[in-house]
């Protein structure tokens, strides 16, 4: 394990900006404010984008060199002149600019070909497997990878929130915990105070003991929190952040606020619906790429912006790749193996690996070359700091997509 | 002398209306003026047969509550929406004859904590509520066993993947760790065991059944009793250990009691009486409802109330149901204070306590409270008529702001020290000072 990192230039940055100035007022914006000594505002945060219904890998980050690509996408085929060429033989999709321009910068990781062995071809039961990091439905027990992280921060004196998940849908498997709390948040409106209660000053009573100054803080630093965030909506909104207005786009826009305001909660979750293109997907497939790498695109330059992008990993995967072959309604069915993206500047911008194979095929479907399970472990143990023997069972080779630190 | 020793009444103890508002804040959801000052009257030994009793409340019961509430919630399954059920359930705290029951079915739902989220199915859900409810004061032996020969909990840890020669462990451990003995009262090798005895008890078209091609009936040394141990002996093993009496203790203290009230001494006391009366769960909540312990001055105010509480309390002693609250709204507004019915955050249930306070539930508090007093609870906007309430209740008593600022925060919190209302302008409209006081610290306390 290595030691958490410390950044000389985001120490200062903490020092002096005035957001952060407050912080002493905001133990625990979102968890439970039981403990208000573990805010560790230097602490590396994992953003994971899900990207829901089976994204269509090969024509996300297309091997464009390959006749065979061509062959097999006679319909779907992105032509080689509009594909955005990431080297000799890949590209990717021509609606993510962005994402091209994060990986111009470096900033952006592209690993190919990560599933795990015996694919399962259920939304269901990939999905789940992704999130408990287990391939036996067997240990499929509601608690994820990122819960049973979680789990091991939690302690009988600290707090924390151990993830936050954005969203109006219940958490994700992968976030929960055995005892690790997930915080839900819908949207902005969770974090406002009514007008008929910022108008009221508040009655700020004397304490008769512990518990009811500990009330009375929490109120206060409460309304205080509030304050802020609507402050700094007002100012957002007033000029232009740069986030797109897709509902992805603003899911990030708010972990972006929250990891702003809250220092104590280590993984984000939010996702993206709409993958499964069985039929007609060459417009809707197009246009959630451009969601997603817009929304990636400004999330980063809001985090780098705002001098917290050495402390923000992305992680961005789908439960399965599409089948190769596409089908006869202009779709695809649901694959295998699919790429992973990964983002901030934490990592190894770049193409970490090759191409599956397209001519060594494993019934119709690309073969796995990395287990999603190898970048989880390089994820936990090597930014997370947590011993990914523990969370995953098993031990996994690393999958190096991080800079050295 | 015993902390478990009846209370009574003393110059430093007396029965007055801030131990009225005590016992109804903490064994029920509050209480109306008229419930209050008939308890003052009649004294605690009665107002506590009343919680125990069922006949707690004086007024705003429906005559029909069981046959209405029987329509609702089985309308609310057949919906297929959880929100329905919810309701439902906020329906009954807020109508029920018997609110303690309500109150104890909310501590069963959070001991054996089991979300809709993995069980997926309302009927079920609501079927182990049910299970909650008719056991809620009963001997713990039948709660549990009844709580986990039932689809709803053995779905939500993996019984049906449990079987001979593929044991799961997951019943076995929770059923030890959280339901019965707690960590330190067994091995792993006893969850191992455990488990082994727990074989073939799952769940066939969504009933319990026993399997016994699934049962590994061999041989299983569990807790130092070895023999071809089933489900049924796991269960009775379990109940027959001091550390089950202990759990159970120290759920029914931290329940009915505040932050250090309780010291080891008294706790094993209580546990001790639970053994010799068979775990009998009336028995413990009406030796600690009756308690000097429970009267005595350092556990009043000196818990963080939970959101149903918060959210049912001031409704009844403000006396909403002539414009009911929509219980839909009601339950949306208790899970942005992280008390989502049906859904606990895990195994282990809501932590309570001080946790369920953080920067996003005191706003979810606050705002729930601004859209009482505007009165967005009910359809159509029907703010509470204050100045009738008062007038009805103190008579010609209340006539300066500052009066009626007072007998709201004796109605709410019971309090007579003027520390409990914030400083008044004559003239300031009665809503926006109940705003003041729903938001304020004593409105978290109970």
Known sequence: ?405 | MSPWAPYKPTDAAPWNLERVVHLHHRAAFAATWAEVQRDLRDGSDVAVTRLLEGQARLEGVPESFESLATIIGQAAVDSGSAERLKAWWLYRCLFTPHPLQERLTLMWHNHFATSNLKVGDLRLMKRQNDIFRRHALSSFGDLLTAAIRDPALLNWLDAPANRKAHPNENLARELMELFTLGIGHYTEEDVKQSARALTGWTVRQGDFIEQPTAHDDGEKTILGRTGNWNGSDLLKTLLEQPAAAHRLASRLCLEFLGEHVVDDKALDELANGLRLNNLDIRWGVETILRSELFFSAPNLMSRVCDPVSFVVGPLRALEFWRHPPGTIVMADWLRRMDQDLFYPPNVGGWPGGRAWLSTRTILARSNFMAALVAGELSSPVHPPDLARLIANHSGDTAQTTGEKVRFLSQLLFGLTMDDSSPSVAEGEPLGSLLLRLLTGQFAYLH
């Open chain 1, 1 to 405: 394990m290595q030691p958490a990192r410390v950044n000389r230039s985001r120490r200062q940055f903490l020092k002096e900006s005035a957001l952060v100035s407050l912080s002493p007022l905001l133990p625990a914006f979102l968890a439970r404010s039981v403990a208000a000594a573990d805010a560790k505002p230097d602490d590396r945060v994992l953003v994971v984008i899900q990207l829901d219904g089976g994204n269509d890998g090969l024509n996300t980050v297309i091997p464009f060199a390959d006749e065979l690509y061509a062959r097999y996408r006679k319909e779907l085929r992105i032509k080689p002149h509009e594909v955005l060429k990431l080297d000799e033989s890949v590209g990717l999709h021509p609606q993510m600019m962005p994402a091209k321009e994060l990986f111009d910068a470096g900033r952006l990781a592209v690993v190919q070909g990560v599933g795990y062995p015996n694919p399962n071809r259920s939304h269901f039961e990939s999905m789940a497997i992704w999130h408990h990091a287990c391939v036996g439905s067997e240990d499929h027990d509601g608690i994820g990878w990122l819960g049973r992280t979680a789990d091991t921060w939690v302690s009988p004196e600290a707090s924390s929130s151990g993830s936050i998940y954005v969203g109006v849908e219940a958490p994700s498997v992968a976030v929960r915990g055995r005892r690790a709390n997930v915080v839900s948040l819908e949207n902005e409106a969770d974090l406002m105070l009514a007008p008929a209660i910022e108008q009221m000053i508040p009655p700020s009573l004397k304490a008769n003991n512990d518990l009811s100054a500990f009330v009375q803080r929490s109120i206060d630093q409460s309304y205080a929190a509030a304050k802020q965030f609507s402050g700094s909506a007002a100012v957002q909104a007033g000029g232009n952040d740069g986030y797109p207005a897709s509902k992805l786009g603003q899911k990030l826009r708010l972990v972006s606020r929250l990891l702003k305001l809250d220092g104590n909660t280590r993984i984000y979750y939010v996702s993206q619906p709409g993958y499964d293109t069985h039929s007609a997907q060459t417009y809707p497939h197009a246009q959630l790429l451009r969601e997603f790498s817009s929304a990636l695109k400004a999330f980063m330059t809001d985090l780098q912006v705002s001098k917290l992008d050495d402390r923000v990993v992305v992680l961005a995967f789908s439960e399965f790749g599409r089948r190769v072959d596409e089908n006869a309604s202009g779709g695809t069915d649901h694959g295998a193996a699919g790429p992973v993206f990964l983002a901030g500047s934490p990592v190894r911008g770049g193409i970490l690996n090759g191409h599956p194979s397209l001519s060594d095929l494993d019934v119709g479907d690309l073969k796995m070359q990395v287990d999603f399970r190898q970048v989880y472990a390089t994820l936990l143990q090597n930014w997370l700091a947590v011993d990914s023997q523990t969370i995953l069972k098993e031990q996994f080779k690393p999958f190096d997509c991080l800079r050295p630190s």
